[in-house]
C-alpha cells in the first residue's frame, strides 16, 4: 500500500460571528451491529488487505482538505460529497486515519431515502414501495477500488471510483452513498474465559465490536438535468438551545439541490441565521429546516412585523449563484 504520513488538523469552518451549524447533509452515522470474530483470518480478508496495498498513492497535501467529514470514528473523508457527470466518469474518494493507532476500513456502497425533515435512512428497512420507487440508485453503475483499505496511525489513501453508464439510461440523476467503516481488529484467539484462567486454548472466541460509519453521496448526473429552487413557510422557534427560523425548501426539476441558506435583516452587515449545506434530493420535492439564530443578534431584527430576506445559495454545479430569495414577515 502507497500511503502519505501526515497529521491532520481538525477542520473547522470559515470563522463567523458565532459557531456555525454542522453540514446539514453531513455523514450519514451508524453504530454497526455487534460481530463474532473467527480466531483465525480469512482468506477473504487476506484478500482484501492484498487489495488495498495495490491502492494509487494518497493525495500530496499533508494537510486535511477543506470540506473534508467526519464522524465517531477515526477516519475522516473528502469530499463531503461527489458528483460525477457526463463531462468526467472518474473520481476519487479520499480516507484518512487522524488516529494514531492503525486501522483497517471497509468501503461499501449501499442506498438511502431522504424525508420530508432531512432524515437520511436505509433503502432496506422501507417497506412502502412507492417511496421506494423515488429513489434511483447509482449502485449498479459504480466501481471502485481498494474495498478494503489498511492505514496507519496519520495515513491517508484514495478510492478510485469508475461509472459505467447504460447506453440506454434515461437523462436524470443517480445517486448512491459510499460508507466507510471500521473493520473488526484481527482475532488473537482471547475471549473472556481465556483472560480469567478459565478458558481453553482452542475454538472460537466472541467479542462485542462496535463499528463506526460514515457516508457520502456520490451523485451520478445524465445528460441534461433542471433544478428550481423556492423557499416558503416561515416561522421563528426553538431548537438547538436557542433560537432558530423554520423555513421550508421547495425542489423541482430532475436533480438535487445543494446550497446554504442566509436570513438577511436590513441594515445588519451578517446574516442573522445561516446553516450551510443544505441538501434536498430527488426522491422529494420539499424539506423542512431549522436555520440557527446568531445569538448576539439585534433584538429588533426577530420582533412580530420585523421584514426579513431569505436566500439559498448555491454550492453545486453553479457556486455562488442565488437560486432563491424571498421576503417574508415574521409572524
Same mark, same amino acid.
Given at each position: 500500500m502507497t500511503s502519505q504520513h501526515y497529521r491532520p488538523a481538525r477542520t473547522r469552518t470559515a470563522p463567523g460571528p458565532w459557531p456555525r451549524r454542522p453540514y446539514a447533509?453531513? +455523514?450519514?452515522?451508524?453504530?454497526?451491529?455487534?460481530?463474532?470474530?473467527?480466531?483465525?483470518?480469512?482468506?477473504?480478508?487476506?484478500?482484501?488487505?492484498a487489495q488495498a496495498q495495490t491502492a494509487p498513492p494518497p493525495p500530496a497535501s499533508a494537510t486535511p482538505p477543506a470540506g473534508s467529514v467526519g464522524g465517531m470514528g477515526d477516519v475522516?473523508?473528502?469530499?463531503?460529497?461527489?458528483?460525477?457527470?457526463?463531462?468526467?466518469r472518474l473520481a476519487t474518494?479520499?480516507?484518512?486515519?487522524?488516529?494514531?493507532?492503525?486501522?483497517?476500513?471497509?468501503?461499501?456502497?449501499?442506498?438511502?431515502?431522504?424525508?420530508?425533515?432531512?432524515?437520511?435512512?436505509d433503502l432496506e428497512t422501507v417497506t412502502d414501495p412507492a417511496m421506494r420507487a423515488r429513489v434511483r440508485s447509482a449502485a449498479t453503475m459504480l466501481r471502485w477500488s481498494p474495498r478494503r483499505v489498511a492505514l496507519g496511525g496519520s495515513e491517508a489513501q484514495t478510492v478510485r471510483v469508475m461509472v459505467?453508464?447504460?447506453?440506454?439510461? /434515461?437523462?436524470?440523476?443517480?445517486?448512491?452513498?459510499?460508507?466507510?467503516v471500521s473493520a /473488526?481488529?484481527?482475532a488473537d484467539g482471547l475471549s473472556i474465559d481465556n483472560a480469567?484462567?478459565?478458558?481453553?486454548?482452542q475454538g472460537i472466541g466472541v467479542r462485542i465490536v462496535p463499528r463506526f460509519g460514515i457516508s457520502i453521496p456520490v451523485i451520478v448526473r445524465v445528460g441534461e438535468t433542471t433544478l428550481n429552487v423556492g423557499l416558503k413557510d416561515f416561522a421563528l422557534g426553538e431548537g438547538g438551545g436557542g433560537k432558530v427560523i423554520t423555513l421550508t425548501v421547495t425542489r423541482d426539476g430532475t436533480r438535487s439541490a445543494f446550497g446554504d441558506i442566509r436570513i438577511l435583516a +436590513?441594515?445588519?452587515?451578517?446574516?442573522i441565521a445561516e446553516v450551510l449545506g443544505v441538501g434536498v434530493y430527488t426522491e422529494v420535492g420539499s424539506r423542512t429546516v431549522q436555520v440557527p439564530v446568531n445569538p448576539k443578534a439585534d433584538p429588533r431584527f426577530l420582533a412580530r412585523g420585523a421584514r426579513l430576506t431569505a436566500t439559498f445559495t448555491d454550492d453545486d454545479s453553479a457556486p455562488g449563484k442565488v437560486l432563491a430569495k424571498q421576503d417574508f414577515t415574521l409572524p
Open positions: 447533509t453531513g +455523514p450519514s452515522l451508524a453504530l454497526l451491529a455487534a460481530l463474532i470474530v473467527p480466531v483465525a483470518q480469512t482468506s477473504a480478508q487476506a484478500q482484501a488487505q475522516n473523508l473528502y469530499p463531503k460529497r461527489v458528483v460525477i457527470d457526463d463531462r468526467n474518494i479520499g480516507l484518512y486515519n487522524r488516529s494514531p493507532a492503525p486501522g483497517e476500513y471497509d468501503v461499501t456502497v449501499s442506498d438511502k431515502l431522504m424525508t420530508p425533515q432531512g432524515t437520511l435512512i459505467r453508464v447504460p447506453p440506454d439510461l /434515461p437523462a436524470g440523476e443517480y445517486r448512491s452513498h459510499f460508507t466507510i /473488526p481488529p484481527a480469567t484462567g478459565q478458558g481453553q486454548n +436590513p441594515g445588519s452587515k451578517e446574516p
